[in-house]
Every structure is written in structure tokens, then in C-alpha cells.
């Protein structure tokens, strides 16, 4: 909540918007589902630095899961701070269910559950917040859940606030319930079910709440994984040969969610030798996707004619990097630089070669 995606321009206040509204279904949901309890973990706000009336929305919306308990943590970006976001006038309205979570304490949640909380109380740390929940005892059989934000060390940028992957079985836990990492992953019984709303474009599985079922204490949780997310953000980086190609892109485009509710990010590559009629297709598609897209990002000097790649070039550093670039599209770019890259994406070479003449032609006007 509150987050200011100031890179999408005006449509960031909608996007809050439909923050809201992601957040208004999982209330739909969890009543429709009778779940016990819903748990936020960690940085459901931005920052503390936040407008009151934003902090207002967000209690209105948690208050509509009553009488569904919603256990809140602190995370790094919402810590638990003296004149803090929780200290705001708007919580004065919350309902008694929102339960933010102040101590390192068990709280039972359940007549069987019971849960293990590990609230933050600041930006940036190296120690493992999960580290004083102590092992199952042999007389308990409780079912026991962990509730923490930070990264698990399996993740790609371990590092803030570190959780030890073998924490669920260290301390006994059926469940160990995560926030931090913004895409849906899960490790054994622990589990990041991501944000309910996508951020950013890189995010690889975002837009999901994770319903959990556990029956009883040390039995597998079953995990059903439901999507929530009002907006979908894609990128689309595509060399554009012909009209063909052309249609692939807008049917990939189409076929994934209404426009409407999409953000884009495209780079086109119009390969030289594109017939017009494909380029003027491509034109065509930018406007009509400026118009119905949620938010586009087109430049539009990559959606006019390609340069004439037979174009010359001037002797030098400038036509040797064209040569190399040639024979890398002939095939021998095994031992070449610049190798690695051609063999994740080969289309960058025409890009490349497209983009050296602009640079040239550019450079020369
Ligand atoms: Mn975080």
C-alpha cells in the first residue's frame, strides 16, 4: 500500500487504486472459504512516509474481513516504529480483528494452532528473526506456523534479515508463512506466496494469495494458490521480421489478460528488409495499445523504418564492430565475444546492428 511507482507516470494512482481492490477480493475470499485466520507478512505498507489518507483506505479494506481474525507483521519497509505508520490516527478506526503483531511472542490462534510470530523493528539487519523459536517438544501437538519477513537462504539475494531454510524443522514448525520476496515460491514447507499485486516488470510469479490447509499437527499443509492481481506487467523485447511476426506479438499481447489491465513495456527491433506493410502493422499496433493498454511504454522512434542495414558505415572501430556482428549472424560467434548473450537471445544482434547506424546517422546530423 502506498506505493508510488512514480516510473508509471499518472496511472501510478490507479494502479493504488487497484491495489485496494486486490486486497478487497482476498476479504471475498477468505469468508467464501471460512478460513480461521489471514495472515499479512510484512510490508504491507511502502514506507512509513505514507498520506493518512492512504492509511485510511488500507484499514477500510482490512475491516472488511470481519469477523475473519488478519494477524498484521511488521516488515522492513513498515517496521515497528515510535511514530511510525502504526501509530496514525486512521488505526483509531480499525475493527478488533486487525491484530498487528508487536512482540516475539506465541499467540494462539486456534483451539489446535498456534503461532510463532517474528515482527521487525527496523530497515536492515543480519540477524535471523526466526532464531529465538525454540523446538517442538515431544508432548506438543500443537499445530505450530512461523510468521516472518526476510530472506530465506535460498533465494537469489539472501542476506537481509536471514532465514535458515532448515528453520521450519529446527524449530518444529508445520508452517512456516513468508514476505519479502515478491513472486510465489515455495520451499518445502516454507512460503513466500508473493505480493498480491504485481510491482514491477521483473517480478517472475507475482499476483497470488496462498490459501493453507493443514489438519493436523506434522501433517503436510496442502496449498492452494489463488490469483488476486488486477494487473499484469509484461515485457516484450521481439525483433520484427515481417507480419508474422507482427501478429505473434499481438497475439501474445491479447491472449494473455484484456489490455485494460495490462502494463507494457516494448522494444521492437524492425529487422532490415521489413516490408512497409509489416511496419506500418507494428505503427498500428502501438496506437491502438496507447489507447486501451492500462500503461505503455513504446518508444516510438522503435516502431519507424529500420535503417537500411547495406547502408555504409565509416571505416574504423564503427565497421569492424558491424563485421563482427555479421559474422556473428553467419553462425561463428562460438569463440566470439559477446558470445554468451547471442546464445540467451539472438536477437540482439540485429538490435545491435540496427542501433549502430542510428548512432552513426545520428551522430552525423
Ligand atoms: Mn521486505
Same mark, same amino acid.
Request: proline residues 7%.
Given at each position: 500500500?502506498?506505493l508510488?511507482?512514480?516510473?508509471?507516470g499518472?496511472?501510478?494512482?490507479?494502479?493504488?487504486h487497484?491495489r485496494l481492490?486486490?486486497?478487497?477480493l482476498?476479504?471475498?475470499?477468505a469468508?467464501?472459504e471460512r478460513?480461521?485466520?489471514?495472515i499479512?507478512?510484512?510490508?504491507?505498507?511502502?514506507s512509513?512516509?505514507?498520506d493518512?489518507?492512504?492509511?485510511?483506505?488500507?484499514v477500510e479494506?482490512?475491516?472488511?474481513?470481519?469477523?475473519?481474525?488478519?494477524?498484521?507483521?511488521p516488515?522492513?519497509?513498515?517496521?515497528?516504529?515510535?511514530?511510525?505508520?502504526w501509530d496514525?490516527?486512521?488505526?483509531?478506526?480499525?475493527g478488533?480483528?486487525?491484530?498487528?503483531?508487536t512482540?516475539?511472542?506465541?499467540?494462539?490462534?486456534?483451539?489446535?494452532a498456534?503461532?510463532?510470530?517474528?515482527?521487525?523493528t527496523?530497515?536492515?539487519?543480519?540477524?535471523?528473526?526466526t532464531?529465538w523459536?525454540?523446538?517442538?517438544?515431544a508432548d506438543?501437538?500443537?499445530?505450530?506456523?512461523?510468521?516472518?519477513?526476510?530472506?530465506?537462504?535460498?533465494?537469489?539475494?539472501?542476506?537481509?534479515?536471514?532465514i535458515p531454510s532448515?528453520?521450519?524443522n529446527?524449530?518444529?514448525l508445520?508452517?512456516?508463512?513468508l514476505?519479502?520476496?515478491?513472486?510465489?515460491?515455495?520451499h518445502?514447507?516454507?512460503?513466500y506466496?508473493?505480493?498480491?499485486?504485481?510491482?514491477?516488470?521483473?517480478?517472475a510469479?507475482?499476483?497470488?494469495?496462498?490459501?493453507v490447509?493443514?489438519?493436523?499437527?506434522?501433517k503436510?499443509?496442502?496449498?492452494?494458490k489463488?490469483?488476486?492481481?488486477?494487473?499484469?506487467?509484461?515485457?516484450?523485447?521481439t525483433?520484427?521480421?515481417?507480419?508474422?511476426?507482427?501478429?505473434?506479438?499481438?497475439?501474445?499481447?491479447?491472449g494473455?489478460?484484456?489490455?485494460s489491465?495490462?502494463?507494457?513495456?516494448?522494444?521492437?527491433?524492425?529487422?532490415?528488409?521489413?516490408?512497409?506493410?509489416?511496419?506500418?502493422?507494428?505503427?498500428s499496433?502501438?496506437?491502438?495499445l496507447?489507447e486501451n493498454?492500462?500503461y505503455l511504454?513504446? @518508444?516510438v522512434?522503435?516502431?519507424e523504418? @529500420?535503417?537500411?542495414?547495406s547502408s555504409?558505415?565509416p571505416?574504423?572501430?564503427v565497421?569492424?564492430?558491424d563485421?563482427?556482428?555479421?559474422s556473428i549472424?553467419d553462425?561463428n560467434?562460438?569463440?566470439?565475444?559477446?558470445?554468451?548473450?547471442?546464445?540467451?537471445?539472438?536477437?540482439?544482434?540485429?538490435?545491435?546492428?540496427?542501433?549502430?547506424?542510428?548512432?552513426?546517422?545520428?551522430?552525423k546530423?
Open positions: 500500500m502506498g508510488k511507482s512514480s516510473h508509471i499518472e496511472k501510478s494512482r490507479d494502479a493504488r487497484k481492490q486486490a486486497v478487497s482476498i476479504a471475498d475470499m469468508k467464501d478460513v480461521d485466520f489471514v499479512i507478512a510484512g510490508d504491507m505498507f511502502d512509513h512516509n505514507i493518512d489518507r492512504a492509511v485510511r483506505s488500507t479494506v482490512l475491516n472488511r474481513f470481519a469477523p475473519v481474525n488478519v494477524f498484521v507483521l516488515g522492513n519497509h513498515d517496521p515497528l516504529l515510535t511514530g511510525g505508520i496514525r490516527i486512521a488505526w483509531k478506526e480499525a478488533s480483528h486487525i491484530r498487528l503483531i512482540e516475539s511472542k506465541e499467540i494462539q490462534v486456534t483451539n489446535s498456534v503461532l510463532f510470530p517474528c515482527p521487525v527496523q530497515k536492515l539487519s543480519r540477524t535471523d528473526p532464531a523459536i525454540s523446538g517442538r517438544t506438543d501437538r500443537r499445530i505450530r506456523i512461523g510468521l516472518a519477513h526476510g530472506a530465506l537462504d535460498v533465494l537469489p539475494s539472501p542476506g537481509n534479515f536471514p532448515d528453520r521450519q529446527r524449530s518444529g508445520d508452517y512456516l508463512a514476505g519479502d520476496w515478491h513472486s510465489f515460491r515455495r518445502d514447507r516454507s512460503v506466496p508473493g505480493t498480491p499485486e504485481q510491482t514491477r516488470f521483473d517480478e510469479e507475482p499476483g497470488n494469495v496462498v490459501i490447509r493443514i489438519d493436523e499437527a506434522q503436510e499443509p496442502v496449498l492452494t489463488r490469483h488476486v492481481g488486477q494487473l499484469t506487467w509484461r515485457e516484450y523485447s525483433p520484427v521480421n515481417d507480419e508474422t511476426d507482427v501478429r505473434a506479438l499481438r497475439s501474445s499481447i491479447y494473455n489478460r484484456a489490455v489491465e495490462q502494463l507494457l513495456r516494448i522494444r521492437t527491433a524492425l529487422v532490415p528488409g521489413i516490408p512497409q506493410n509489416a511496419v506500418d502493422s507494428v505503427k499496433l502501438r496506437e491502438e496507447a493498454a492500462f511504454d513504446w @518508444p522512434e522503435t516502431v523504418s @529500420p535503417i537500411n542495414i555504409e558505415l571505416d574504423g572501430i565497421s569492424e564492430i563485421g563482427v556482428l555479421q549472424l553462425g560467434h562460438q569463440e566470439m565475444p559477446g558470445s554468451l548473450p547471442v546464445n540467451i537471445d539472438s536477437s540482439v544482434v540485429p538490435e545491435a546492428r540496427v542501433l549502430l547506424r542510428r548512432l552513426y546517422t545520428e551522430g546530423s
